[in-house]
Protein backbone atom coordinates (compact mmCIF):
# COMPACT_ATOMS: atom_id res chain seq x y z
CA UNK A 1 0.00 0.00 0.00
CA UNK A 2 1.37 3.37 -1.02
CA UNK A 3 1.55 5.72 2.33
CA UNK A 4 -1.18 8.38 2.63
CA UNK A 5 -2.78 10.62 5.02
CA UNK A 6 -6.55 10.79 5.65
CA UNK A 7 -8.06 13.61 7.55
CA UNK A 8 -11.59 12.39 9.23
CA UNK A 9 -13.18 15.75 9.38
CA UNK A 10 -15.30 17.02 11.73
CA UNK A 11 -17.43 15.24 13.98
CA UNK A 12 -20.83 14.75 12.88
CA UNK A 13 -24.39 14.85 14.37
CA UNK A 14 -27.16 13.56 12.45
CA UNK A 15 -30.76 13.39 12.31
CA UNK A 16 -33.88 15.52 12.85
CA UNK A 17 -34.29 18.54 14.37
CA UNK A 18 -31.04 18.41 16.31
CA UNK A 19 -31.13 22.34 17.46
CA UNK A 20 -30.78 21.90 20.60
CA UNK A 21 -28.47 19.16 20.56
CA UNK A 22 -26.09 21.58 18.55
CA UNK A 23 -26.40 24.53 21.16
CA UNK A 24 -25.17 22.45 23.55
CA UNK A 25 -21.90 22.09 21.73
CA UNK A 26 -21.06 25.58 21.86
CA UNK A 27 -19.34 27.95 24.44
CA UNK A 28 -22.16 29.84 26.74
CA UNK A 29 -20.97 33.36 24.86
CA UNK A 30 -21.71 35.22 21.83
CA UNK A 31 -22.02 33.14 18.71
CA UNK A 32 -21.94 34.70 14.62
CA UNK A 33 -24.44 33.01 13.66
CA UNK A 34 -24.07 33.31 9.19
CA UNK A 35 -26.86 32.77 7.16
CA UNK A 36 -28.48 34.57 3.85
CA UNK A 37 -31.55 36.33 3.74
CA UNK A 38 -33.49 33.70 1.55
CA UNK A 39 -33.37 31.46 4.41
CA UNK A 40 -34.21 33.64 6.81
CA UNK A 41 -37.20 34.52 5.13
CA UNK A 42 -38.58 30.80 4.41
CA UNK A 43 -37.84 30.57 8.30
CA UNK A 44 -35.26 27.93 7.62
CA UNK A 45 -32.84 28.67 10.30
CA UNK A 46 -35.47 29.80 12.98
CA UNK A 47 -35.14 26.65 14.80
CA UNK A 48 -31.50 27.04 15.16
CA UNK A 49 -31.45 30.73 15.93
CA UNK A 50 -33.94 29.54 18.91
CA UNK A 51 -32.18 26.88 20.19
CA UNK A 52 -29.02 29.10 20.08
CA UNK A 53 -29.80 32.26 20.90
CA UNK A 54 -31.66 30.75 24.17
CA UNK A 55 -28.24 30.79 26.29
CA UNK A 56 -25.73 33.16 24.57
CA UNK A 57 -25.85 36.27 22.60
CA UNK A 58 -26.86 35.64 19.02
CA UNK A 59 -25.15 38.24 15.96
CA UNK A 60 -27.04 36.67 12.76
CA UNK A 61 -24.74 38.02 9.56
CA UNK A 62 -27.49 37.56 6.72
CA UNK A 63 -25.86 38.98 4.18
CA UNK A 64 -24.10 36.34 1.92
CA UNK A 65 -25.03 36.14 -1.58
CA UNK A 66 -23.90 33.35 -3.98
CA UNK A 67 -20.05 32.94 -4.91
CA UNK A 68 -19.41 34.94 -1.86
CA UNK A 69 -17.34 38.21 -2.55
CA UNK A 70 -14.53 38.93 -0.51
CA UNK A 71 -16.22 42.20 0.99
CA UNK A 72 -18.86 39.98 2.13
CA UNK A 73 -16.58 37.74 3.97
CA UNK A 74 -14.61 40.64 6.13
CA UNK A 75 -18.29 42.17 6.66
CA UNK A 76 -19.41 39.50 8.32
CA UNK A 77 -15.43 38.83 10.36
CA UNK A 78 -16.33 43.23 11.41
CA UNK A 79 -19.89 42.08 12.72
CA UNK A 80 -17.77 39.05 14.84
CA UNK A 81 -15.02 41.13 15.91
CA UNK A 82 -17.64 44.10 17.13
CA UNK A 83 -19.99 41.57 19.04
CA UNK A 84 -16.35 39.74 20.30
CA UNK A 85 -18.06 36.46 19.23
CA UNK A 86 -16.53 33.00 21.25
CA UNK A 87 -18.18 30.84 18.03
CA UNK A 88 -19.21 30.76 14.69
CA UNK A 89 -22.18 28.96 13.44
CA UNK A 90 -23.49 28.39 9.46
CA UNK A 91 -26.73 27.72 8.66
CA UNK A 92 -27.16 27.23 5.00
CA UNK A 93 -25.62 26.12 1.67
CA UNK A 94 -21.97 26.10 0.68
CA UNK A 95 -21.98 30.12 0.38
CA UNK A 96 -22.76 30.93 3.76
CA UNK A 97 -20.40 27.58 5.09
CA UNK A 98 -17.36 29.46 3.54
CA UNK A 99 -18.40 32.19 4.86
CA UNK A 100 -18.23 30.87 8.33
CA UNK A 101 -14.73 28.80 7.77
CA UNK A 102 -12.89 31.55 6.74
CA UNK A 103 -14.66 34.40 9.11
CA UNK A 104 -13.65 31.84 12.51
CA UNK A 105 -10.48 31.29 11.36
CA UNK A 106 -9.92 34.78 10.98
CA UNK A 107 -11.86 35.83 14.10
CA UNK A 108 -9.88 33.36 16.02
CA UNK A 109 -5.92 33.72 14.26
CA UNK A 110 -5.87 37.45 13.77
CA UNK A 111 -4.26 36.76 10.25
CA UNK A 112 -4.60 38.54 6.76
CA UNK A 113 -7.05 37.37 4.68
CA UNK A 114 -4.56 38.11 1.61
CA UNK A 115 -1.55 36.21 3.52
CA UNK A 116 -3.39 32.66 3.51
CA UNK A 117 -4.95 32.24 0.53
CA UNK A 118 -3.55 28.60 -0.64
CA UNK A 119 -3.19 25.28 0.80
CA UNK A 120 -1.72 24.94 4.07
CA UNK A 121 -0.80 28.58 4.86
CA UNK A 122 -3.28 29.16 7.44
CA UNK A 123 -1.90 27.53 10.20
CA UNK A 124 -3.46 29.83 13.07
CA UNK A 125 -6.27 28.80 15.67
CA UNK A 126 -10.15 29.51 14.91
CA UNK A 127 -12.93 30.02 17.03
CA UNK A 128 -15.36 26.95 17.80
CA UNK A 129 -17.35 26.37 14.65
CA UNK A 130 -20.15 24.34 13.59
CA UNK A 131 -21.71 23.91 9.87
CA UNK A 132 -25.07 23.23 9.29
CA UNK A 133 -25.75 22.50 5.37
CA UNK A 134 -29.50 22.92 4.15
CA UNK A 135 -28.61 21.37 0.59
CA UNK A 136 -27.10 18.08 -0.23
CA UNK A 137 -24.71 19.03 -2.49
CA UNK A 138 -21.36 20.78 -1.80
CA UNK A 139 -20.06 19.00 1.43
CA UNK A 140 -18.73 22.04 2.30
CA UNK A 141 -19.62 21.50 6.20
CA UNK A 142 -16.80 18.04 5.70
CA UNK A 143 -13.90 20.20 4.35
CA UNK A 144 -11.06 22.66 4.87
CA UNK A 145 -11.72 24.44 1.92
CA UNK A 146 -13.48 27.98 1.83
CA UNK A 147 -13.80 29.27 -2.06
CA UNK A 148 -14.45 33.40 -2.34
CA UNK A 149 -15.10 35.70 -5.07
CA UNK A 150 -12.34 38.15 -5.36
CA UNK A 151 -11.46 41.15 -7.90
CA UNK A 152 -12.29 40.59 -11.60
CA UNK A 153 -14.56 37.47 -10.02
CA UNK A 154 -11.42 34.92 -9.85
CA UNK A 155 -12.20 32.48 -6.95
CA UNK A 156 -9.65 32.10 -4.69
CA UNK A 157 -9.21 29.70 -1.83
CA UNK A 158 -8.07 28.99 1.64
CA UNK A 159 -7.09 25.14 1.84
CA UNK A 160 -6.09 24.34 5.38
CA UNK A 161 -6.73 22.01 8.43
CA UNK A 162 -7.68 24.57 10.73
CA UNK A 163 -11.11 25.29 8.26
CA UNK A 164 -11.95 22.19 9.53
CA UNK A 165 -15.52 22.65 11.67
CA UNK A 166 -15.58 20.80 15.14
CA UNK A 167 -19.36 20.09 14.56
CA UNK A 168 -21.44 19.02 11.72
CA UNK A 169 -24.98 19.01 11.57
CA UNK A 170 -26.98 16.90 9.51
CA UNK A 171 -30.54 17.21 9.50
CA UNK A 172 -32.21 16.85 6.60
CA UNK A 173 -35.60 18.89 7.89
CA UNK A 174 -33.66 21.89 6.64
CA UNK A 175 -33.67 21.25 3.23
CA UNK A 176 -37.51 19.98 2.41
CA UNK A 177 -38.30 23.27 1.06
CA UNK A 178 -35.41 23.36 -1.60
CA UNK A 179 -36.87 24.30 -5.09
CA UNK A 180 -36.21 21.29 -7.40
CA UNK A 181 -33.44 23.21 -9.26
CA UNK A 182 -31.47 23.51 -6.05
CA UNK A 183 -32.36 20.22 -5.14
CA UNK A 184 -30.85 19.35 -8.20
CA UNK A 185 -28.38 21.13 -9.09
CA UNK A 186 -26.35 20.61 -5.82
CA UNK A 187 -27.43 16.78 -5.97
CA UNK A 188 -24.97 16.79 -9.21
CA UNK A 189 -22.19 18.83 -7.46
CA UNK A 190 -21.80 16.26 -4.85
CA UNK A 191 -21.79 13.35 -7.77
CA UNK A 192 -19.27 15.12 -9.53
CA UNK A 193 -16.98 15.66 -5.54
CA UNK A 194 -17.54 12.05 -5.65
CA UNK A 195 -16.34 11.12 -9.11
CA UNK A 196 -13.58 13.56 -9.23
CA UNK A 197 -12.19 12.54 -5.23
CA UNK A 198 -12.09 8.97 -7.25
CA UNK A 199 -10.19 9.61 -9.84
CA UNK A 200 -7.88 12.23 -8.62
CA UNK A 201 -4.39 12.13 -9.87
CA UNK A 202 -2.75 12.85 -6.74
CA UNK A 203 -3.87 11.83 -3.42
CA UNK A 204 -6.28 9.35 -4.17
CA UNK A 205 -6.15 6.92 -1.62
CA UNK A 206 -8.43 3.81 -0.10
CA UNK A 207 -9.90 5.65 2.65
CA UNK A 208 -10.99 8.41 0.18
CA UNK A 209 -12.01 5.64 -2.55
CA UNK A 210 -14.28 4.03 -0.37
CA UNK A 211 -16.72 6.81 0.95
CA UNK A 212 -16.29 8.39 -2.37
CA UNK A 213 -18.06 5.06 -3.88
CA UNK A 214 -20.51 5.17 -1.11
CA UNK A 215 -21.49 8.47 -1.49
CA UNK A 216 -21.93 7.70 -5.19
CA UNK A 217 -24.28 5.22 -3.99
CA UNK A 218 -26.68 7.07 -2.32
CA UNK A 219 -26.60 9.95 -4.22
CA UNK A 220 -27.33 8.23 -7.64
CA UNK A 221 -29.94 5.78 -6.08
CA UNK A 222 -31.44 8.78 -4.35
CA UNK A 223 -31.73 12.43 -6.75
CA UNK A 224 -34.44 11.46 -8.67
CA UNK A 225 -36.49 10.40 -5.60
CA UNK A 226 -36.07 13.85 -3.66
CA UNK A 227 -37.27 15.43 -7.10
CA UNK A 228 -40.02 13.47 -7.96
CA UNK A 229 -41.49 13.17 -4.26
CA UNK A 230 -39.67 16.50 -2.51
CA UNK A 231 -40.97 15.75 0.67
CA UNK A 232 -39.50 11.60 1.11
CA UNK A 233 -37.06 12.47 4.57
CA UNK A 234 -35.59 9.11 4.16
CA UNK A 235 -34.22 9.69 0.65
CA UNK A 236 -33.65 13.69 1.26
CA UNK A 237 -31.63 11.95 4.37
CA UNK A 238 -29.44 9.78 2.14
CA UNK A 239 -28.73 12.12 0.03
CA UNK A 240 -27.20 14.93 2.70
CA UNK A 241 -25.27 11.63 4.08
CA UNK A 242 -23.77 11.31 0.51
CA UNK A 243 -23.22 15.19 -0.01
CA UNK A 244 -21.04 14.90 3.16
CA UNK A 245 -19.26 11.24 2.33
CA UNK A 246 -18.05 12.90 -0.31
CA UNK A 247 -17.48 16.45 0.79
CA UNK A 248 -15.05 13.92 3.47
CA UNK A 249 -13.78 12.00 0.07
CA UNK A 250 -12.85 15.31 -1.74
CA UNK A 251 -10.94 17.21 1.17
CA UNK A 252 -8.75 14.58 1.28
CA UNK A 253 -8.94 13.83 -2.75
CA UNK A 254 -9.20 16.42 -4.14
CA UNK A 255 -11.77 17.71 -7.29
CA UNK A 256 -10.27 18.57 -10.42
CA UNK A 257 -10.89 19.37 -14.21
CA UNK A 258 -15.14 19.22 -13.92
CA UNK A 259 -14.71 22.62 -11.08
CA UNK A 260 -11.64 23.78 -13.37
CA UNK A 261 -13.88 24.53 -15.99
CA UNK A 262 -16.89 25.18 -13.52
CA UNK A 263 -15.40 27.97 -11.82
CA UNK A 264 -15.27 30.95 -14.48
CA UNK A 265 -18.84 30.55 -15.48
CA UNK A 266 -19.75 31.46 -11.48
CA UNK A 267 -17.17 34.10 -11.79
CA UNK A 268 -18.30 35.90 -14.49
CA UNK A 269 -21.75 34.85 -14.96
CA UNK A 270 -22.76 34.08 -10.98
CA UNK A 271 -24.29 31.27 -12.15
CA UNK A 272 -25.11 28.47 -9.10
CA UNK A 273 -21.70 26.16 -8.30
CA UNK A 274 -23.73 22.98 -8.81
CA UNK A 275 -25.31 24.27 -12.06
CA UNK A 276 -21.52 25.19 -13.59
CA UNK A 277 -20.65 21.71 -12.63
CA UNK A 278 -23.54 19.89 -14.16
CA UNK A 279 -22.51 21.93 -17.47
CA UNK A 280 -19.34 20.69 -17.39
CA UNK A 281 -19.28 17.51 -15.98
CA UNK A 282 -20.13 15.25 -19.73
CA UNK A 283 -17.38 17.05 -21.72
CA UNK A 284 -14.64 16.73 -19.22
CA UNK A 285 -15.18 13.21 -18.34
CA UNK A 286 -15.07 12.61 -21.97
CA UNK A 287 -12.02 14.43 -22.47
CA UNK A 288 -10.80 11.93 -18.82
CA UNK A 289 -12.00 8.88 -20.53
CA UNK A 290 -9.02 7.06 -21.96
CA UNK A 291 -6.89 8.42 -18.80
CA UNK A 292 -9.48 7.32 -16.19
CA UNK A 293 -11.25 4.51 -18.42
CA UNK A 294 -10.62 1.68 -15.50
CA UNK A 295 -11.94 4.09 -12.85
CA UNK A 296 -14.81 4.94 -14.44
CA UNK A 297 -15.68 1.81 -15.08
CA UNK A 298 -15.25 0.63 -11.43
CA UNK A 299 -18.02 3.50 -10.46
CA UNK A 300 -20.43 2.45 -13.29
CA UNK A 301 -21.20 -0.79 -11.70
CA UNK A 302 -22.27 1.11 -8.74
CA UNK A 303 -24.71 2.79 -10.46
CA UNK A 304 -25.59 0.31 -13.02
CA UNK A 305 -24.57 -3.22 -11.36
CA UNK A 306 -25.79 -5.24 -14.81
CA UNK A 307 -22.80 -3.80 -16.65
CA UNK A 308 -20.57 -5.98 -15.37
CA UNK A 309 -20.22 -7.97 -18.45
CA UNK A 310 -18.84 -4.90 -20.85
CA UNK A 311 -15.42 -4.47 -21.10
CA UNK A 312 -13.69 -2.00 -19.06
CA UNK A 313 -14.18 0.87 -22.18
CA UNK A 314 -17.84 0.34 -22.35
CA UNK A 315 -17.96 0.65 -18.54
CA UNK A 316 -16.62 3.74 -18.47
CA UNK A 317 -18.47 5.50 -21.32
CA UNK A 318 -21.60 4.01 -19.83
CA UNK A 319 -20.83 5.76 -16.57
CA UNK A 320 -20.90 8.99 -18.54
CA UNK A 321 -23.98 8.09 -19.83
CA UNK A 322 -25.84 7.71 -17.51
CA UNK A 323 -24.47 10.20 -15.20
CA UNK A 324 -25.47 13.22 -17.98
CA UNK A 325 -29.00 11.09 -17.95
CA UNK A 326 -29.29 12.17 -14.41
CA UNK A 327 -28.59 15.97 -15.03
CA UNK A 328 -30.91 15.94 -18.03
CA UNK A 329 -33.92 13.98 -16.18
CA UNK A 330 -33.51 16.44 -12.96
CA UNK A 331 -34.53 19.34 -15.26
CA UNK A 332 -31.53 21.06 -15.68
CA UNK A 333 -30.94 23.27 -18.89
CA UNK A 334 -27.16 21.98 -19.73
CA UNK A 335 -26.35 24.09 -22.50
CA UNK A 336 -23.95 27.12 -21.78
CA UNK A 337 -26.29 29.18 -24.23
CA UNK A 338 -29.02 28.26 -21.81
CA UNK A 339 -27.71 30.77 -19.44
CA UNK A 340 -26.90 33.67 -21.63
CA UNK A 341 -23.16 32.34 -22.61
CA UNK A 342 -22.16 33.52 -26.07
CA UNK A 343 -19.85 30.94 -28.34
CA UNK A 344 -17.37 34.06 -28.34
CA UNK A 345 -16.82 33.76 -24.90
CA UNK A 346 -14.92 30.44 -24.70
CA UNK A 347 -11.08 31.78 -25.34
CA UNK A 348 -11.96 34.32 -22.04
CA UNK A 349 -13.68 31.02 -19.74
CA UNK A 350 -10.50 29.00 -21.01
CA UNK A 351 -7.92 31.17 -19.48
CA UNK A 352 -9.63 32.16 -16.78
CA UNK A 353 -9.62 28.08 -16.17
CA UNK A 354 -6.19 27.71 -16.43
CA UNK A 355 -5.82 30.01 -13.30
CA UNK A 356 -6.95 26.99 -11.32
CA UNK A 357 -3.99 25.47 -11.27
CA UNK A 358 -5.13 23.95 -7.56
CA UNK A 359 -7.55 21.75 -9.61
CA UNK A 360 -6.02 21.29 -12.56
CA UNK A 361 -2.96 19.32 -11.07
CA UNK A 362 -5.64 16.83 -10.18
CA UNK A 363 -7.06 15.92 -13.33
CA UNK A 364 -6.52 12.46 -14.20
CA UNK A 365 -4.70 14.34 -18.21
CA UNK A 366 -3.97 17.32 -18.80
CA UNK A 367 -6.52 19.67 -19.85
CA UNK A 368 -4.29 22.64 -22.02
CA UNK A 369 -5.92 26.13 -22.56
CA UNK A 370 -7.02 24.86 -26.24
CA UNK A 371 -8.63 21.93 -24.78
CA UNK A 372 -10.86 23.84 -22.35
CA UNK A 373 -11.61 26.58 -24.91
CA UNK A 374 -12.54 23.16 -26.77
CA UNK A 375 -14.51 21.58 -24.01
CA UNK A 376 -16.65 25.45 -23.79
CA UNK A 377 -17.61 25.08 -27.21
CA UNK A 378 -18.93 21.80 -26.73
CA UNK A 379 -20.52 22.93 -23.88
CA UNK A 380 -22.14 25.81 -25.39
Not at 251 to 265: E, I, K, R, T
Request: some cysteine.
Amino acid sequence: MRPFTFNPGPKLIAGQDQAQALAEKLPAAPCLLVTDQELVRLGVSDAYRAAIGKDRELVVFDSVEADPSKETLLAAVEAGRQAEVASVVAVGGGSPMDVAKLAAYLLGSGDVLDEIWGVNIAQGRRLPLALVPTTAGTGSEATPISVVTCEGGVKLAVNSPPLIADWAVLDATLTLGLPRHVTAATGIDAIVHAVEAYTSARLKNPLSDALAREALRLLSGNLLATIRQPHDLEARSAMLLGAHLAGLAFSNAPVAGVHALAYPLGGLHHLPHGLTNALMLRHVLGHNLEAARDHYAELAEIIEPDCTGLGSQARAALLIERLDGLAQTSGLALRLRDHGIAFEEAPLLAKEAMRQTRLLVNNPCEISESDAQRLYEAAW
